[in-house]
């Protein structure tokens, strides 16, 4: 019987992402939090200097796969935050383009782009807002793949 209860304790989280209860959990100095932490900020960085954007995905790429699993689940999320804009910013420029080869009034043109950023800045600092407040949780990224917040269903 003593067997079962140890075992119990060691088992993973459940799926709902609660904060970690065994050993390999330790809050605060988890090894690699910090990597996470910059990230996150690199990406907020990122309205006012772009170029640290780039130099966060390559942070959570690099940590990727080294870390806990709930910090993985974090630099997941902030890769594919990353990939998800920089599609979206190529989506948005062909449009942008394409407006122009219609010879579209520039209003119209000038219109969606400010829309587009406006909706992609309150996207990403969204994602990393949801990331932080989980992070300085102890918890995990419910859906590090999703396409919005990274919260389960």
């Not at 990122?46 to 780039?54: E, G, H, K, L």
């Not at 219109?111 to 992070?135: D, E, K, N, P, Q």
Request: with cysteine.
């Amino acid at each position: 019987m003593a067997k079962s209860n140890q075992s119990e304790q060691h088992q993973s989280p459940s799926a709902n992402s609660e904060p970690l209860a065994n050993s390999e959990q330790l809050g605060k100095r988890t090894p690699g939090r910090g990597y996470v932490v910059v990230v996150y900020g690199l990406y907020i960085a990122s309205i006012m200097a772009v170029v640290t954007a780039p130099i966060g995905a390559v942070i959570a790429y690099l940590q990727l796969g080294k870390r806990a699993a709930w910090l993985n689940t974090h630099l997941v999320f902030q890769l594919r935050t990353f990939l998800l804009g920089v599609v979206a910013i190529l989506v948005a420029l062909a449009c942008w383009r394409t407006f122009g080869w219609l010879d579209l009034a520039p209003v119209y043109a000038w219109s969606f782009g400010y829309l587009f950023f406006t909706v992609a800045i309150a996207w990403m600092m969204g994602r990393c807002g949801v990331g932080i407040h989980r992070l300085m949780a102890n918890r995990s990224i419910d859906a590090p793949k999703s396409w919005l917040f990274g919260l389960g269903a």
